[in-house]
């Protein structure tokens, strides 16, 4: 993974802030692409293959380990934990981009794992339609990746609606196991109430909130040498990182 020049880091900052954590996602993993050819559209391939990229865009920006808290369901306490990217790049080579059909009670179904788009289409859900009916998001996930399911005696189910309470939990099972990057979860355990829960692991927040501070810091940087010295933005972008903080010591006094 190539490391992002300081323009590159502006220009992802500029066109992320503002964006839905889907739209941004996959903006952030492009930066992060090795150039390998794939025909599939990044919207479409399976989430783990998104946040795999976005994985190795957090290792280059800020190195293996993620640390984060969360409040703790049991007492709000705070909970601290931790990840490494090199941990969480082993799954991907488990990541199945074209999963068998699905045989239970009496069906074949075949599917897809779900994509960036599919969570895109799901959360533009009309607030109105999901006040009323709080599962239709994941049905309507659930719908996005059926791609043909029979039952035995070869009658077409016209919508995952249709199909069995149990075929479907045993497809959003087969759809965890395909993906084991697509929903990260971890165990935790509280050390002031002991109080067990499970929390979710967004790669995408992680790498946003890296280069959301590098943005805002390079910006600082730019108008402090820019007052001082009358360069324009890009060439204070132009700038290796070394130089340009040798300059901003100077300006501050730091640096004799």
Known sequence: MRTLPAGEVLRLWD??????PQTRALA?????????VCAVP????PIGRITA?????????????????VGCPGCCGT?????????????????????????HGGYEVAWRCPSYGDLRAVAELPESEQADAPDNGALLLLERCLLSPRHEERTRASSAADLPGAVREALT????????????????????????????????AFVWA?????????LLDVDVLARSYGWSESEVLALSEPRRASYL???TGELP
């Open 15 to 20: 066109e992320c802030r503002d964006a839905s």
């Open 249 to 251: 010591r100077i300006v």
């Open 53 to 69: 990229q976005l994985l190795r865009l957090r290792n280059a920006l800020a190195g293996p380990l993620m640390t984060a808290t």
């Open 28 to 36: 952030l993993a492009a930066a992060a692409d090795d150039d390998t």
């Open 79 to 103: 909970v601290e934990f931790q990840a490494t990217t090199e941990a969480l790049l082993a799954l991907e080579d488990k990541i199945v981009d074209s999963p068998p059909p699905l045989l």
């Open 42 to 45: 990044p919207a479409e391939r």
């Open 210 to 218: 890296e280069l959301d501070s590098r943005g805002r810091q390079l």
């Open 173 to 204: 099972e087969a759809m965890s196991s395909a993906d084991p990057l697509a929903d990260l979860l971890v165990d935790l355990r509280c050390p002031d109430c002991e109080h067990q829960f499970t929390a979710d692991l967004d790669v995408a």
